[in-house]
Nanobody, 119 residues
Framework: VQLQASGGGLVQAGDSLRLPCAAS????????MGWFRQAPGKEHDVVAR????????AYADSVKGRFTISRDNAKNTVYLQMNSLKPEDTAVYYC?????????????WGQGTLVTVSS
């Protein structure tokens, strides 16, 4: 499975941004997709995840009510809609996929896309 994330950029606080992540290859093996982020000098943290089928989603407390994860199975693409962006959302964002519905490990990772939020 290959994952291609895009959509990052420089925005101002309060702006919105949408990050798409396109999956290719053996996509039939995907059960869950997620978005992670890594801010400078920090560990990478999960932002949101979504089941590849069904409606299961989960969010980090820091983004609840502002970010929405969604998918388009026909396009094999997952989106992260980010609204009301804050400077603390500045990070490299990564999409990932795993072959299971649960568990700590994601098996496939895309390259990161940088989101910078200015105050």
């Amino acid at each position: 499975v290959q994952l291609q994330a895009s959509g990052g950029g420089l925005v101002q606080a309060g702006d919105s941004l949408r990050l798409p992540c396109a999956a290719s290859g053996r996509t039939f093996s995907i059960k869950t997709m997620g978005w992670f982020r890594q801010a400078p000098g920090k560990e990478h943290d999960v932002v949101a995840r979504i089941n590849w089928s069904g409606n299961g989603t989960a969010y980090a407390d820091s983004v609840k009510g502002r970010f929405t994860i969604s998918r388009d199975n026909a396009k094999n693409t997952v989106y992260l809609q980010m609204n009301s962006l804050k400077p603390e959302d500045t990070a490299v964002y990564y999409c990932a996929a795993r072959r299971t519905l649960a568990g700590p490990s994601f098996h496939y990772w895309g390259q990161g896309t940088l989101v910078t939020v200015s105050s």
